[in-house]
């Protein structure tokens, strides 16, 4: 899978996803992740990209141009179809399923905004999606574009040892994980279950979803409306809420 990053830090953004799991895939050829700065496509001697805001209002705003010239050329001057998001506080919130989704596509730009934004007509003529991390601002889209390229291409075959290293993780089925022990069997003065020493396939595997549960209604019970439960399963959240009212 491919990722274009478009921004003004582009060795901030490498100096991060050259490590770690995302690093390696990147080096064995599973994922090709490219940065271009925008500033290489300013038409001024000083390569600025910013100026002030039509209207009035604090800051600076980046202009549309850079940001176009910039897109042309991983485009192939727009031949190339790639779907282009723009990290926007305006956008839609970023969750597990976006990012399945979003590892379907061969091909993703990703456009990191700075200052207080883009001109708004580049927006309109190259922009597929806006995506958000949250709904809170930060200096620019680097750290959500890192954070997206992080979570969709962990989803992409090959990058991790196989598709059950991720499809027990908290949001993949619409919970949140159990809880997880390694060794020692005993420190902290607590002890691991003594079902998850127990070598039985069939009731650890039933524990771990009853607890997924539970740490779900605990945790986050917003995500138990559009769970997909078993009606065993209900039986179980029920049984629990139960104790947890007594």
């Given amino acids: 899978m ?21 690093g390696r895939a990147s080096a064995a050829g599973i994922l090709d992740i490219r940065y271009t700065n925008i500033r290489d496509f300013a038409e001024n001697k000083h390569n600025r990209v910013d100026d002030y805001p039509y209207g009035g209002g604090e800051g600076m705003v980046m202009q549309a141009m850079p940001i176009y010239r ?6 192939d001057n727009g031949a190339k179809k790639a779907k282009v998001i723009y990290l926007s506080p305006q956008g839609k919130v970023f969750d597990q399923k976006t990012a399945i989704r979003l590892s379907q ?14 001109d708004e007509r580049v927006i309109e003529e190259i922009v597929d ?7 809170f601002v930060l200096t620019g889209g680097e750290i959500p574009a890192m954070a997206l390229i992080d979570a969709v291409g962990r989803l992409i075959p090959g990058v991790l040892s196989s598709e059950d290293a991720y499809s027990h993780e908290s949001h993949f089925d ?24 127990s070598g039985h396939h069939k ?12 740490r ?3 945790k986050r019970p917003d995500m ?5 439960l078993t009606d065993k399963e209900r039986k179980w959240l029920d049984d629990f809420l139960s104790e947890e009212l007594i």
């Fill in 105 to 118: 596509e061969e091909h993703l730009i990703l456009l990191c905004g700075h200052y207080e934004g883009v």
């Fill in 2 to 22: 491919r990722f274009d990053c478009l921004t003004l830090f582009p060795d901030m953004m490498r100096a991060v996803l050259s490590e770690s799991i995302i």
């Fill in 216 to 218: 779900t209604a605990k």
């Fill in 174 to 197: 619409g919970l949140l994980e159990h809880p997880q022990y390694t060794r020692p069997p005993e420190c902290l003065g607590r002890t691991v279950p003594d079902i998850l020493l």
């Fill in 129 to 135: 999606e806006e995506i958000s991390m949250g709904d």
């Fill in 224 to 228: 138990l409306l559009n769970a997909p």
């Fill in 203 to 214: 009731n650890i595997t039933e524990w771990k979803r009853k607890e997924s549960i539970k």
């Fill in 70 to 75: 910039a897109w042309q050329s991983v485009t």
